[in-house]
C-alpha cells in the first residue's frame, strides 16, 4: 500500500511539489496502513479495501481505498471520510478506482455505518482526481484547507461530497 501510494503520489504531484513524494518515509507510511488496517478490522466507521489483478499464477495488489469518520468539525452528522484512494499509475483507467469508490460508499451506508454523505480532500491541483469524483457524482462544498509540505510549499485542498441516498 505504500508503495502505490508513493507511485501514484509520484505521478499527482510530482511536478507540482516534488518534494512531497520524495518525503513519504516507505517505512513509515507502510507502519501507519498496517496500523490502519489493524483499525478497520475491528469494524465500525472504518474499512480498508484493496483491488487486485491477475499477475500470472498469483494476483498482485494493484490498488487501495480507507474508510473512516468525518473528523471535520463543520462536517455534519451522518458523514463519512473517503481517507484515501489510490491505484498504482500502470493499472489505472482499468475500472480499479471506481470499483473501489463503490466498495467504500457501500461500507460507509452499511447498517454498522449508516453514512448518508461520504467526503474526501482534494488538492486543487489534482485535476485528474476531480474529474474523477466529478464523474461519480461528487462535487465541492466549499470546505478548504492547505497544509505545508516538509520544503515548505503549500498545498491547497478542496473537500468534495456526494449523498448516499
Not at 34 to 60: C, E, H, K, N, W
Not at 119 to 125: E, G, L, P
Request: charged share 15%; aromatic share 8%; net charge neutral.
Amino acid at each position: 500500500m505504500a508503495a502505490i501510494q508513493a507511485r501514484a503520489w509520484t505521478q499527482v504531484f510530482g511536478t507540482l511539489f516534488p518534494e512531497l513524494p520524495a518525503a513519504l518515509d516507505p517505512a513509515a507510511t507502510a507502519k501507519a496502513w498496517r496500523q490502519a488496517v489493524t483499525l478497520a478490522a475491528g469494524g465500525g466507521p472504518y474499512a480498508v479495501f484493496a483491488a487486485t489483478d491477475p499477475a500470472g499464477p498469483t494476483s498482485i495488489t494493484v490498488g487501495f481505498a480507507a474508510l473512516g469518520p468525518l473528523l471535520d468539525p463543520d462536517g455534519g452528522k451522518g458523514a463519512a471520510e473517503l481517507v484515501a484512494l489510490h491505484v498504482d499509475p500502470p493499472h489505472q483507467r482499468q475500472g480499479h478506482g471506481s470499483r473501489l469508490l463503490a466498495a467504500v460508499a457501500d461500507a460507509a451506508r452499511s447498517p454498522s455505518n449508516v453514512a448518508t454523505r461520504l467526503s474526501t480532500w482534494v488538492a486543487v491541483a489534482d485535476v485528474v482526481r476531480q474529474r474523477f469524483l466529478k464523474q461519480a457524482g461528487f462535487g465541492a462544498d466549499g470546505a478548504t484547507r492547505a497544509w505545508h509540505t516538509d520544503a515548505g510549499s503549500l498545498v491547497d485542498e478542496q473537500r468534495w461530497s456526494a449523498r448516499l441516498d
